[in-house]
């Protein structure tokens, strides 16, 4: 099976490459139409939670997958697509699952804006630095002999220069930043949404293949991810809604980064872009599951942070 998948590659021509750049652009675009300097200040007025959110995206999440891969030993280009995932910033859809779950909106905003910065750098050096820690994987990256630099100029262009350009527009132009926003970040997310199917349905045999192996471990990996930022927050003591807000911020990643940088640096790999693409439709599952149960329950009062 592992000569097979990895020797599978995802078909994803150029010009759907460079539609999928467009898209997360927009996508990233219109959240950030909802983003200002405030956010950023935030952190110098309650650092306790935004410190601990960027802790558990980037830190203990990169960790524990780790961990997970080195218990499960996973196909080495699944293990490696585990680590693209959790290298990733939070989703673009985890401040909507955050408001659904009424946890602390304003503070998944600013997670969103800082994680999306640090994912500049963070992005390529959690994958290189984790998946070069695990010997099957370590193999793959340098047969790919990918260039840092390379993936974090991508990855600024994809996601820093939309975060300016929107936060631009929204300090200039509030008003019209305020119209644009919601139905900007929903038409360029269902975009976004239509092209991973496309690329799924164009490769089903592929996919019905391999989904039920890939299946079980995404699922694992997500639970483990919620679970990482719940109880990070929990044991540091913050309150209900922050806690449901790094708990949806650390399990909800961008897989849609994760896809791209795959298709760009690995030529879509068989079993990361499997396993990229199978958490792309999971975490949005397991979000609304989550923002259902939440959001029927109210948040108490009390006295943290």
Same mark, same amino acid.
């Given at each position: 099976?592992?000569?097979?998948?990895?020797?599978?590659?995802?078909?994803?021509?150029?010009?759907?490459?460079?539609?999928?750049?467009?898209? /997360? &652009?927009?996508?990233?675009?219109?959240?950030?139409?909802? @983003?200002?300097?405030?956010?950023?200040?935030?952190?110098?007025?309650?650092?306790?939670?935004?410190?601990?959110?960027?802790? !558990?995206?980037?830190?203990? /999440?990169?960790?524990?997958?780790?961990?997970?891969?080195?218990?499960? $030993?996973?196909?080495?280009?699944?293990?490696?697509?585990?680590?693209?995932?959790?290298?990733?910033?939070?989703?673009?859809?985890?401040?909507?699952?955050?408001?659904?779950?009424?946890?602390?909106?304003?503070?998944?905003?600013?997670?969103?804006?800082?994680?999306?910065?640090?994912?500049?750098?963070?992005?390529?050096?959690?994958?290189?630095?984790?998946?070069?820690?695990?010997?099957?994987?370590?193999?793959?990256?340098?047969?790919?002999?990918?260039?840092? *630099?390379?993936?974090?100029?991508?990855?600024?262009?994809?996601?820093? @220069?939309?975060?300016?350009?929107?936060? *631009?527009?929204?300090?200039?132009?509030?008003?019209?930043?305020?119209?644009?926003?919601?139905?900007?970040?929903?038409?360029?997310?269902?975009?976004?949404? @239509?092209?991973?199917?496309?690329?799924? +349905?164009?490769?089903?045999?592929?996919?019905? $293949? +391999?989904?039920?192996?890939?299946?079980?471990?995404?699922?694992?990996?997500?639970?483990?991810?919620?679970?990482?930022?719940? !109880?990070? &927050?929990?044991?540091?003591? =913050?309150?209900?809604?922050?806690?449901?807000?790094?708990? @949806?911020?650390?399990?909800?990643?961008?897989?849609?980064?994760? *896809?791209?940088?795959?298709?760009?640096?690995?030529?879509?790999?068989?079993?990361?872009? *499997?396993?990229?693409?199978?958490?792309?439709?999971?975490? =949005?599952? !397991?979000?609304?599951?989550? !923002?259902?149960?939440?959001?029927?329950?109210?948040?108490?009062?009390?006295?943290?942070?």
């Amino acid at each position: 099976m592992e000569q097979l998948i990895d020797n599978v590659h995802i078909n994803f021509d150029e010009s759907a490459l460079w539609t999928l750049n467009l898209a /997360l &652009a927009l996508v990233m675009f219109g959240i950030a139409l909802e @983003i200002s300097l405030d956010d950023f200040k935030r952190l110098l007025k309650t650092p306790k939670p935004v410190l601990t959110g960027v802790v !558990s995206q980037f830190l203990l /999440l990169p960790i524990i997958t780790f961990v997970l891969v080195w218990i499960t $030993e996973p196909l080495p280009s699944i293990a490696l697509g585990m680590f693209m995932v959790a290298a990733c910033p939070g989703g673009n859809v985890s401040n909507f699952f955050t408001h659904l779950s009424k946890g602390n909106a304003a503070l998944s905003v600013t997670l969103t804006a800082i994680a999306t910065l640090l994912a500049i750098f963070m992005t390529p050096f959690n994958l290189s630095f984790w998946g070069g820690l695990y010997s099957p994987t370590a193999s793959i990256l340098q047969q790919v002999s990918i260039s840092p *630099l390379e993936m974090i100029r991508l990855v600024a262009l994809l996601l820093g @220069i939309p975060l300016v350009l929107g936060m *631009l527009v929204n300090n200039y132009w509030p008003e019209t930043a305020k119209k644009l926003a919601k139905g900007f970040k929903i038409g360029s997310l269902l975009f976004f949404v @239509i092209l991973v199917f496309l690329a799924l +349905y164009k490769n089903k045999e592929i996919f019905m $293949e +391999y989904v039920l192996y890939v299946f079980w471990l995404v699922i694992i990996h997500n639970l483990v991810a919620l679970l990482t930022g719940f !109880s990070i &927050a929990k044991l540091i003591r =913050l309150s209900q809604d922050n806690i449901r807000c790094l708990t @949806i911020e650390t399990g909800i990643q961008n897989s849609g980064l994760g *896809l791209l940088l795959i298709f760009t640096f690995f030529d879509g790999l068989g079993g990361m872009a *499997l396993l990229t693409a199978f958490w792309g439709i999971w975490h =949005l599952v !397991s979000g609304l599951v989550i !923002s259902f149960i939440w959001g029927g329950k109210p948040v108490e009062k009390e006295e943290l942070v």
